[in-house]
């Protein structure tokens, strides 16, 4: 020892050995991965979500009607949980107490709706008179598979917004302010609600077709635990004709949606589209008469060519020369796509009208940089307004099931289905408020078509046996062979001249947990 501690090389050497066999061990030990350093992929069932439903829009029927609808599959027999809905609280103005409107998350407000504590049944409560986000919690099996969503339906119109959940970051594409064939925007808002137990601090960027624009009222936005904020972003989107909106959090995370009016008539919710991407897919765009139109926002700091083709009924006659094309030209098919040119940090738009034909389909979008992407639908001269918006499809391993939280009574419901890839087949389940569930039907999408089907269509469904159908009931869409897919759906809902479309996305029973390299630390939504 006294030799080792003389020698000033020995104890650098005793250290260097003792390393080298620890992590000797340790390397062959290691699990076998086709990656070193590697762990191996696992799922695990969600035990807790949240979803936040805005308030209702106000709207000059008398008779409308607003409901939320909630439904998580029953998975095992075993399953149970809870979900229950509370109130989000206004924000309070600058003049007001903060300290005695402060509450954790909701906790001290009354309950919207029963509390529910079975999965496999349809929760649904009246929000007609909500004057505030309402914000849903589930537990245990209730928080696996769990899809919900907002209708406000009268005589002659229908909006549905999905409920989102928190987080760091939601876009969305839309019109703008001004256009010279009068597809614009009146008034916009952002409908932003924190229903975490923690602050969070929000700002609003905005892509015009001139560049960003932005305020300091959209900037640093604080809102408390249980807090939520209506911002107008009117001034904000003028003189552009087509926009992307990015809500985001520096601290803490927020749901946002955004209410559209336009200068036209229409009012609708613009669905949330899924986060930039240089391939994306746009289901749901409906048939028939009016403008139907693609906004694109490229949120880089690079030019973006985004070339779009559309997918209908009929499969397209694919030549597939393509074949370098001006701007503008081609006939919208997979080997002659339209081009568009996105400048950097801005957005642009395409009219879809003529690549339709007035038939229902799905836009598929191939860029060379990361784009947004949305549509919007507009009939009987603007006094309706539909949004759909790019989003995950149906695809296996785990993205295999999707939810449709309530099929309304009187109201028309079709789901438009888009399989850009491969033959895909997806079974509709049709499920009431007591768990009673109705006759399956296969739906069978052929590779590079749109299929439409729902009650009325040659693959419709039935409600179940026995219920009341002024219950609603809610459909679970799965996928039914585990290689096909992916299918990009949306919900299309009709009430006399009224038009609303929501894109329908997964709600897996198990999320995959990320993939850990050299790490005992990984984080899970």
């Known amino acids: ?92 103005e600058d003049d007001e107490d903060e300290e005695e409107n402060d509450t954790e998350g909701g906790a001290e407000h009354e309950l919207v709706g029963e509390e529910l504590t079975e999965p496999g049944l349809v929760w649904s409560t009246d929000t007609t008179d909500a004057g505030s986000s309402t914000a849903i919690h589930a537990q245990d099996a209730l928080a696996s598979g769990l899809g919900s969503a907002q209708t406000t339906v009268s005589d002659g119109a229908v909006t549905e917004v999905q409920c989102v959940e928190p987080t760091i970051g939601t876009w969305f594409a839309l019109p703008g302010g001004h256009d010279p064939d009068g597809v614009e925007l009146d008034t916009l808002s952002a409908h932003v609600s924190n229903p975490e137990d923690f602050r969070a601090t929000v700002s609003v960027d905005i892509y015009t077709a001139d560049g960003p624009s932005y305020s300091p009222e959209s900037r640093g936005i604080a809102l408390g635990p249980g807090e939520s904020v209506e911002l107008d972003l009117t001034e904000l989107v003028q003189s552009t004709p087509a926009i ?42 409906p048939g028939g008469d009016g403008v139907r139109r693609l906004l694109l926002a490229a949120p880089g700091d690079d030019p973006v060519e985004a070339h779009v083709h559309v997918l209908t009924e009929e499969p397209a006659e694919d030549d597939g020369e393509g074949g370098e094309k001006e701007d503008g030209d081609g006939t919208g098919v997979p080997g002659d ?89 997806v079974m509709a389940t049709p499920i009431g408020a007591g768990g009673d569930q109705g006759d399956a039907v296969k739906v069978e999408i052929p ?76 984080v899970a939504p």
């Open 244 to 285: 992307g909106v990015h809500v985001r959090t520096s601290t803490g995370r927020v749901a946002a949606s955004l209410l559209a009016e336009h200068a036209s008539g229409g009012t609708d919710w613009v669905n949330p589209a899924a986060p930039p991407a240089e391939e994306a897919v746009l289901p749901g765009i």
């Open 1 to 92: 020892m006294r030799l080792i501690m003389e020698n000033r090389f020995s104890l650098f050497g005793l250290v260097t050995l003792a390393l080298a066999a620890l992590f000797g061990i340790a390397f062959v030990s290691r699990p076998v991965t086709a990656e070193l350093g590697t762990s191996e992929i696992g799922t695990v069932r969600p035990e807790r979500a949240v979803q936040v439903c805005p308030a209702p829009h106000e709207t000059s029927d008398d008779d409308a009607q607003s409901s939320v609808s909630a439904f998580a599959p029953r998975v095992s027999r075993d399953d149970d949980g809870e979900l229950w809905a509370v109130p989000i609280r206004p924000a309070p």
């Open 447 to 522: 590779a590079g078509t749109t299929h439409v089907f729902g009650p009325g269509s040659d693959d419709a469904w039935e409600p179940p046996p026995g219920i009341d159908p002024k219950d609603g009931y809610a459909v679970r869409l799965d996928l039914v062979e585990e290689d096909t897919g992916p299918v990009y759906m949306a919900r299309v809902l009709r009430s006399g001249d009224g038009l609303s479309v929501l894109p329908v996305r997964p709600a897996p029973v198990e999320v995959a947990l990320p993939t850990v390299r050299n790490s005992m630390v990984g």
């Open 337 to 425: 796509p339209r081009v568009v040119h996105v400048p950097p940090a801005a957005s642009a738009w395409l009219t879809l009208e003529g690549l339709l034909g007035g038939e229902p389909g799905t836009v598929v979008i191939e860029a060379d940089g990361p784009v947004v992407a949305g549509a919007v639908a507009e009939i009987d001269d603007g006094s309706e307004t539909a949004y759909t918006a790019a989003v995950e499809p149906l695809s296996p391993p785990l993205d295999t099931a999707a939810i449709l939280p309530d099929v309304p009574d009187g109201v028309d419901t079709e789901v438009i289905a888009g399989a850009p890839e491969h033959d895909t087949s």
